[in-house]
Nanobody, 125 residues
């Protein structure tokens, strides 16, 4: 089992940047595929980005590709989401998630086994 705690959210103007962090504790961090999801008010939780156990392969939703970068530091048990060129439509609660299954990297919430509590990102126009 793993515990996840997100940080780094906040209020930023359109065009600005934020860096989210997700610190993990518990089982060996490097045994999990990690993902970032987001949920805007009244909308379903949606995939933003994911990264394989070693960090060698990353995946992005089309809506964030070219603007967001996911990375991980297995020595620090932390996964990051660097968000640049933020838009008002990026406003949401951002969650990190861990998948302990040895399978293809999932892009749906049900593919992930553990979740953090979320951090609010608000982008003003």
């Amino acid at each position: 089992q793993v515990q996840l705690v997100e940080s780094g959210g906040g209020l930023v103007q359109a065009g600005g940047s934020l860096r989210l962090s997700c610190a993990a504790s518990g089982r060996t961090f490097s045994s999990y595929t990690m993902g970032w999801f987001r949920q805007a008010p009244g909308k379903e939780r949606e995939f933003a980005a994911a990264i394989t156990r070693s960090g060698g392969i990353t995946y992005y939703a089309d809506s964030v590709k070219g603007r967001f970068t996911i990375s991980r530091d297995n020595a620090k048990n932390t996964v990051y989401l660097q968000m640049n060129s933020l838009k008002p439509e990026d406003t949401a609660v951002y969650y990190c998630a861990a998948d302990e299954k040895i399978s293809v990297v999932g892009r749906t919430p049900r593919a992930y086994d553990y979740w953090g509590q979320g951090t609010q990102v608000t982008v003003s126009s």
